[in-house]
């Protein structure tokens, strides 16, 4: 039931309604491709957005195809990803930086352009839930990078990554698929 004391946007109750139901419906597969599609990016691309999402300035063409995004998930800026990554939830992506301001004293309300702080999530890779990748990162192809991981520098394919900053604890073997841990050296 909507709430009567507070105004509308511009269009009609019902339409506000049914866009509000459909943007919480349940994570399964199919309300994910919906949902994407509903927010602009083509049928064709398969891409699949979780309930709470936020997919900001990241053009459909940034994004490739497959592509799976979590629940919760904020993603923003200059942020390019591979064909058929997979975003667990509550995952944060955002490219850009602040920039301090000795001036003002306070750190500036927009990004700031001094370099690449552009993104790359290479193509195969599964970011688990509550990854958070910072500005200018470029993650390789087939990465997995562990949950809660703060990834801060790029990484090369096949790494397995973890903590805070991440690190790289292993790596899979782009031929068998197996997991190899840096202690097993």
Same mark, same amino acid.
């Given at each position: 039931?909507?709430r009567?004391?507070i #105004?509308?946007?511009?269009f009609?109750?019902?339409?506000?309604?049914t866009?509000?139901e459909?943007?919480?419906?349940?994570?399964?597969?199919k309300? &994910?491709?919906?949902r994407?599609?509903?927010?602009? @990016?083509?049928?064709?691309?398969?891409?699949? /957005?979780?309930p709470?999402a /936020?997919?900001?300035a =990241?053009?459909?063409?940034?994004i490739?195809?497959?592509?799976?995004?979590g629940? @919760?998930? @904020?993603?923003?800026?200059? =942020?390019?990803?591979?064909?058929?990554?997979?975003i &667990?939830p509550?995952c944060?992506?955002?490219?850009?930086?602040?920039?301090?301001? #000795?001036?003002? &004293?306070?750190?500036?309300?927009?990004?700031e352009k001094?370099?690449?702080?552009?993104?790359?999530?290479g193509?195969?890779?599964?970011?688990?839930?509550?990854?958070t990748?910072t500005?200018?990162v470029?993650?390789?192809?087939?990465?997995l990078?562990?949950?809660?991981?703060v990834?801060?520098?790029?990484?090369?394919? *096949?790494a397995?990554?973890?903590g /805070?900053p991440?690190?790289? /604890? &292993? *790596?899979?073997n782009?031929?068998?698929?197996? @997991? =190899?841990w840096?202690?097993?050296?």
């Amino acid at each position: 039931m909507l709430r009567k004391d507070i #105004p509308m946007p511009s269009f009609e109750e019902d339409e506000f309604k049914t866009l509000c139901e459909f943007s919480h419906l349940s994570d399964t597969a199919k309300h &994910g491709l919906e949902r994407a599609v509903v927010l602009g @990016y083509p049928p064709e691309k398969k891409i699949s /957005i979780a309930p709470g999402a /936020i997919v900001n300035a =990241v053009p459909f063409e940034q994004i490739g195809c497959g592509v799976r995004i979590g629940l @919760y998930v @904020y993603i923003s800026g200059d =942020v390019t990803i591979g064909d058929h990554v997979l975003i &667990g939830p509550h995952c944060s992506i955002a490219a850009g930086n602040h920039k301090f301001d #000795p001036a003002t &004293g306070w750190f500036s309300a927009r990004t700031e352009k001094d370099g690449d702080d552009s993104i790359v999530i290479g193509t195969g890779s599964w970011l688990a839930s509550n990854v958070t990748v910072t500005g200018g990162v470029k993650i390789g192809k087939c990465c997995l990078i562990c949950a809660g991981a703060v990834v801060t520098k790029s990484t090369e394919d *096949y790494a397995i990554m973890a903590g /805070i900053p991440a690190k790289k /604890i &292993g *790596y899979i073997n782009p031929e068998t698929g197996e @997991y =190899v841990w840096e202690t097993d050296k």
